[in-house]
């Protein structure tokens, strides 16, 4: 049976997240002023670490990092729209 979970982050640039193996992310915003991400999936048990990278806009950053391409999952509006951040996944880089 899939359940959506939701998995608080920290305002930094990167960071490690436990997941399960299966999590699909559906969704991000803010809650209660802090950036989430809220993921779909059926199994808790086999997790694995997943890197998310936090942007605000007009900051610049690289779209591959370490080999791996930066998916957008969403992006969250802080004081009342005064801060946008951008959050991102680091997943393998598509072949070309």
């Known amino acids: 049976m899939n ?5 608080p982050l ?3 640039v990167e960071q ?5 193996v299966t999590a699909h992310v559906i969704h991000a ?8 991400l809220w993921a779909i999936h ?5 997790s694995e670490p997943r890197r998310f ?5 007009g900051h610049q950053f690289e779209r591959t990092i370490d080999g791996h391409h930066l ?3 969403g992006s969250v509006l802080l004081q009342n729209g005064g801060l946008v951040l951008h ?10």
């Open 3 to 7: 359940v959506v979970h939701k998995y």
């Open 16 to 20: 490690t997240v436990q997941m399960p």
């Open 10 to 12: 920290q305002i930094t």
């Open 42 to 46: 059926s199994d808790p048990a086999a």
């Open 29 to 36: 915003d803010a809650q209660h002023g802090t950036p989430t």
């Open 53 to 57: 990278y936090i942007f605000g806009t």
């Open 71 to 73: 998916g957008h999952r």
């Open 87 to 96: 959050i991102f996944e680091a997943v393998p880089e598509p072949p070309f």
